[in-house]
């Protein structure tokens, strides 16, 4: 009996955490549903017909909204990909390779994520403007195709795996190359889904950088551009709204995909 | 490793070479570039703006220890073997995955002077008139700081879950059969036991927490008057709004040093534990 009422209570409390932690998210799809809302207006006068995609169908009609998710799909996925690839590709010799100063490299590397992101910006679009990539995609995308936070991920992925593989891949006459897509990567999966997990919100809801590098607001991405239509559309919260949950919609997607390999990964990461 | 290795040098080790030099000049946009010597630090010290923009940056610290005690909790309540547990999981790590500015207007609805958490203050009688939360120099840095800590537990919560997986069910099986209350259990093994973790952990949220841009920007824009400028908002606006490059990059360097010193105290602070 006493367990029972400590199950209960346990369950509550979780409950009411989850509504405070996920709450506002469903006010906001249910603001999102309803056509001419007034988001001051709660508790809403809901019945069920009430209930329309309106707010959606507006969203990619009179603003456009599908190419602002073209443009978010484009970045996010380069730099998903390129990340994946760079960040195993440069940890990979620094926990398994033997070369001189390799220690002070990883040192230095690490040391540098004390760096406020705001002042590396600055310098950054001096150099993307030099480079003449100002207003270009690749100019958002590549200061953030590999991330010191990824290469850490990558390297404490790879010293958790024995010498021995590589040693008996070389016994077979493999190429390091060879070794290194073929036996080493399958073997790092949970900690590459944690990379694409962390490197895809994080581009995915990126905001600023792309404004600084876009001039033309058309080449936004969502984040970016739903900061401007929370400016010109305030009036609409249906929109906003409806809009916001759109932007929410694929990340979700994303984690409940890697979500099994996730906390695998992360522990693979601790370990080191 | 070179690829890799070349972009880091450009676009990250190449800022923080560069913006040394560059402090020390009165670059901008317009017009050629003159060594200035301490000139921008000078100013730095006597910018009332900086100091305060410095000084909320430095209050924001307060929420690590908040976010870690919490995401802790919750990652202990959450290793337990029960029904539902990764349901719960996932619908606390929800925040974390949305974006900054979906969060942004969310919440800067919900907490405007006739938005719902007014209402059901006001329906609850915990207050007795509204409150603009995000437009009163009183609460608005509090509300960010709030913002931040909801939207950042379930980052933590993860890691520590992660952590849990390796302290063996038998030592806490072993603490209870001792009559240990789960309170002592969790401060006495679970925390000594992640001890690694919390480390990584408090370092990570101390950086972010000073570094913190993100809310204020899109809430506040540093208002009302210069009570949510934090000193990356302020660095950001000397640099893409006034297009004081030499200036913005002196405040980076001491910013840098802060945040170097903070880094260096927690990891002291663990290591005499």
Redesign the interface.
Known sequence: MNRKIK?TF??L??IC??V???G??L??LLSSLLPNTN??D?PYNVKLQSFSISNFTGVFEFVDFGSYIWNTVLISGASVFLNAL??S??A???AKLNFKGKDILFT??IS????????????????ITKLGLSDSYLGVI??T??T?FN?FNMRQAFLNIPDSIRESGRMDGASELRIFFSLIMPMVKPSIAVVVLFQF?AS??D??WPM?VLNSTNKYPL?AA??ML?GQFAYN?GW?AAG?VL??LP??FI??LT?DM???G??G???G | MLPGLLILAVFVFWPLIYSIPLAFTDYSVVGDMHFVGMKNFQKAFSDSDFIAALKNSIQYVIIVPIIQLISLAFAVALNQKMRGVKVFRTLFYFPVITSTVAVSIVWSWLLSSGGLINKILLGTNILSEKISWLSNDQTALWVLMFITTWKGVGYYMVIYLAGLQSVPGELTEAARIDRASSIQIFFKILIPMLKPQVVMCSLMSVMSAIKVFDEPFVLTKGGPGNSTLTASLYIYQKGFQNFDFGYAAALSLILSVIILFFSLFVKLYNRKK
Request: hydrophobic share 60%; aromatic share 16%.
């Open positions: 199950k346990t369950y409390i979780l955490i989850s405070i932690m996920v506002p998210f006010w906001l988001v001051y709660f760079i960040a590709m440069t990979y010799p620094l230095i590397i540098a994520m004390i760096i406020p992101s705001t002042a590396a910006m600055v310098v950054n679009y001096l150099t590549l200061p195709s590999v010191i290469i919100m995915w809801n905001f600023l600084i984040s739903l900061t929370n919260f906003v916001t932007s929410i990340t979700l984690f409940v979500q996730f906390v695998d992360v522990s990461a601790n370990k």
